[in-house]
């Protein structure tokens, strides 16, 4: 993971404002647990986890500051990874009670 060095948008440079245009991507929760799509929720904690992987190799290796940025993002997306799974069993139940 790279540090953002620039203190504004305009001094970003392009793999920069990649970097960041792909982490704004994900999608909505009404899309992930669209019922139609099954895969999508799957797919997303899929995407989730290998951002884990990528986090904790910058955490073993990245400078200090990299490595504490990289721990809490990290940690951010293994709550979501477990809240994505607490409102899947909640719909599940939900859904076999009606």
Do not use: W
């Not at 997303?44 to 992987?53: E, L």
């Amino acid at each position: 993971m790279k540090h953002l060095k620039a203190e504004t948008a305009d001094q970003l440079t392009d793999e920069e404002k990649e970097t960041i245009t792909s982490l704004l991507k994900y999608p909505s929760l009404e899309k992930v647990f669209d019922p139609n799509k099954p895969q999508s929720l799957a797919a997303v904690k899929q995407k989730m986890r290998s951002a884990i992987a990528e986090l904790e190799r910058v955490i073993r290796s990245g400078t200090k500051f990299d490595a504490e940025k990289a721990a809490e993002i990290a940690a951010a997306y293994r709550t979501t990874i477990d809240f994505l799974d607490e409102l899947e069993q909640r719909r599940k139940n939900h859904s076999e009670s009606i």
